[in-house]
């Protein structure tokens, strides 16, 4: 029994002593920019010449960044302070992310307002649109209004379209779940800085990767966030582009 055990415990030795070497053989290989080593999985041939020198060249998945290989090989204290970082980032860039969005929807929503003060109304106030297809009335919850109640109304030639109508209420929607969006991851942001400032229940290395990925999975989609000119401006209608641009993690 007890050679057994002696066995067992001296292939573990090796075993250890051979990864400790294979990562060291791997972290220069990665440092010399060399198609070898764990960074394999993550690139393609067409990045490498024969030798596994990089060409500079673009394959179909991404290279792998030095945080990533951070992530894979640094210390638990390199570890740490680079998820740190990128939760910084993350952080600062969601406060721009915020503010922009914010004018946003503050734009979306006068120009409802405005489509709104405009529009055709009922003996009882209601706000009524007509469709310019059709030449059917609806009310802004989509009732139909029936003919001879929409034959009574004066109609002054200045009147929103129904299309006018949804278009704009939709681009406020739409402006109010990307608002609410960042605001929620955000709010997962300052989770994770508590639980990494957490003296005494600080996270494992396993926990710091998963809050380094949820970073990146959680972060509301990048996308071009359409902002309304305001009332006023040659076309009130016609929308400029403002790209949140997503910094590196």
Do not use: C
Request: charged share 30%; net charge negative; proline share 4%.
């Amino acid at each position: 029994m007890n050679n057994y055990s002696d066995s067992f415990n001296d292939v573990s030795e090796a075993a250890a002593a051979e990864h400790r070497a294979e990562n060291e053989r791997d972290l220069n290989h990665e440092r010399a920019d060399l198609h070898t080593g764990k960074r394999h999985k993550h690139l393609v041939s067409a990045d490498y010449t024969e030798d596994g020198t990089a060409t500079g060249g673009k394959g179909k998945k991404d290279r792998m960044s030095a945080f990533d290989l951070i992530l894979l090989q640094g210390s638990y204290d390199e570890v740490y302070r680079s998820v740190a970082d990128a939760l910084t980032n993350a952080q600062a860039d969601t406060e721009t992310a915020i503010e922009a969005a914010l004018q946003a929807l503050e734009n979306a929503k006068t120009i409802l307002a405005g489509i709104q003060s405009r529009a055709a109304t009922l003996p009882d106030g209601t706000r009524v649109y007509r469709d310019e297809e059709t030449g059917q009335v609806f009310t802004e919850d989509g009732q139909l209004v029936d003919d001879d109640t929409a034959a009574s109304i004066a109609w002054n030639g200045n009147e929103p379209s129904r299309f006018e109508y949804l278009d704009a209420q939709n681009r406020a929607e739409d402006a109010q779940d990307y608002v609410d969006a960042w605001l929620g991851y955000q709010v997962r942001l300052g989770e994770y800085r508590n639980e990494m400032e957490d003296a005494d229940d600080p996270p494992s290395r396993k926990r710091l990767e998963e809050i380094a990925q949820e970073i990146e999975e959680r972060r509301p989609e990048t996308r071009a966030q359409a902002i309304p000119e305001a009332p006023g401006t040659p076309d009130e209608h016609l929308d400029t582009s403002m790209i949140v641009a997503k910094p590196p993690i």
